[in-house]
């Protein structure tokens, strides 16, 4: 009787607590987009935290103690590099964090503006795919008892962006070459501009925040009315004054809302990346389309 009472205690144990339970990679991505990223790839095998949280300022971001703790806390911290998380070295070094530090967007050849690399690589969807590439070989490397989940991962939505990329082309198809060209709050978008074909011009310049003088924005109001640019856009984080003051001294409308910096929330029209890139350019597309 004793003898089978405790195989029956024995056996509710070891069906209470599997013995083949895991944790959970834990990794901080610095910004909502990255988060995405790895959240696509690592799927239910990571915890995922973002620093900078959905439409919220990566270039003006000030970190917290909470922030210290989480890097303090994780195996794995993401970065997009290319000087856009100027605060992270002081972070990592406030947290203790012993954590591995992976630059996502190494292997990408930046854009330059003046002696600065522009940082906003991924507004190419192909340079996103390398993003996706540099993730999934950090989780693969951190934990290689999952690494067949991060590839199949990694693969199904390398796909989808290879076919985000074809949807983009054959959208900006759709707009007059002599149309393809607008006002956005700042220069985040030089690299959608590169691969797709869309001038940006932006009153800001790479980083938001430089404020423009009296100087630079007469010089944008006369630009768009020799080149009779069709649209101004806003940002989801800016101040939208700016753009106000533009449109009216021009009578350009207008355009709507772009997402650059930062995702919306869960409700908003930009939860993941790919949301985001299809809400730009049917922005884009409606507001330049004839």
Known sequence: MRLCSAL????????????????????????SILADFAHQVGGDK?????????????????????????????KLVIINGLGLEGWMPRLLQASGSKARVVTASDGITPLKRGADADPHAWQSVKNAMIYVRNIRAAFEAADPADAAAFKANA?????????????????????????????STHNAFGYFADAYGIQFIAPLGVSTQTEPSARDLAEIVGQIKQAQIPAVFLENFNDDRLIG????????????????????????PAPTYIDMVRHNINTLTSALAP
Not at 9 to 31: D, G, M
Not at 245 to 268: H, I, P
């Open 46 to 74: 990571v915890e995922i935290t973002s620093l900078v949280e959905p439409d919220s300022d990566v270039h003006v971001y000030t970190p917290s103690p909470h922030d210290a703790r989480d890097v303090g806390l994780a």
């Open 155 to 183: 693969e199904r939505y390398l796909a989808a962006l290879e076919a985000l990329d074809r949807e983009v082309r054959a959208d900006v198809e759709k707009i007059p070459p002599a149309r393809r060209k607008v006002i």
């Open 8 to 31: 029956i205690c024995l056996a509710f144990a070891l069906t209470a607590q599997p013995c083949f339970a895991t944790e959970r990679l834990n990794v901080v991505a610095s910004f």
């Open 245 to 268: 003051r533009v449109a009216s001294e021009t009578g350009t409308k207008v355009g709507g809302t772009l997402y650059s910096d930062a995702l919306s929330d869960e409700n908003g």
